[in-house]
């Protein structure tokens, strides 16, 4: 069955430094989305991309992050310059189609702790 | 996002019914989502029901829809040991893309 992968499961950074997340989205979707979760509190939104832009984001996704899919295949997020407060669990999505009853797939996500 | 609230914890017993509740406070919501998490993985879309509806089943799932009091809920029937997950409430919003999310809903489910 096809799925969304994210690497690494892991990543470890020091406070200031850069970090990008990467996602493989399902092959033949075309939106992709980033969510994260700060242990303890709800999944929040991020970003959605459509057609190589930005179609959406959210109060979160400020100066320090940016997404981008530079090949067919890869959709990452970059973090600019890491805070504490941006240690969570990142969640890639896709889905094929927009609107309100798509069915979008999760990756298993990057835990990302920033020290 | 508006705040969908949902109890963080829930312990049955193997073969008894669950049932998870979530409340939402976003009454232009068009559909609501259950997800499920397992460890180590994404979450997974289990279900969904359309706002003008009251009721979907699926096989041990039942959705229930009471969109007066803005709740939902989701009962697994004969719940497994492999049903233990951390299960999320989630709304779409009026416009665009994004999911709101619940914190989860931990089930522990006991031999």
Request: charged share 20%; with cysteine; aromatic share 12%.
């Amino acid at each position: 069955e096809p799925e969304v992968t994210q690497t690494p499961s892991h990543q470890v950074t020091q406070m200031g430094q850069e970090v990008i997340l990467r996602c493989v989205p399902i092959s033949n979707h075309l939106y992709f989305y980033w969510y994260r979760q700060i242990l303890g509190q709800k999944v929040e939104f991020l970003v959605s991309f459509y057609n190589n832009e930005i179609s959406e984001k959210s109060e979160i996704f400020d100066d320090q992050f940016s997404v981008e899919r530079p090949d067919g295949s890869n959709f990452t997020l970059k973090i600019r310059s890491t805070k504490l407060e941006d240690s969570a669990m990142y969640f890639c999505a896709s889905s094929h189609v927009g609107g309100l009853n798509t069915e979008a797939f999760f990756g298993q996500g990057t835990r990302l702790t920033v020290v | 996002g508006e705040d969908v609230e949902q109890s963080l914890f829930l312990s049955v017993r193997e073969g008894d019914s669950s049932v998870i509740n979530c409340t939402y406070t976003d009454s232009s919501s068009t559909y609501l989502y259950w997800y499920k998490q397992e460890p180590g993985a994404g979450l997974q879309l289990l279900t969904y029901i359309f706002s003008n509806m009251d009721m979907k089943q699926d096989q041990r799932l039942t959705v229930l829809l009471n969109k007066k009091d803005k709740h939902l809920s989701l009962r697994i029937a004969d719940t497994q040991t492999g049903d233990s997950a951390i299960y999320f409430c989630a709304e779409s919003p009026s416009s665009g893309y994004a999911l709101n999310f619940g914190k989860g809903t931990s089930l522990l489910v006991t031999p």
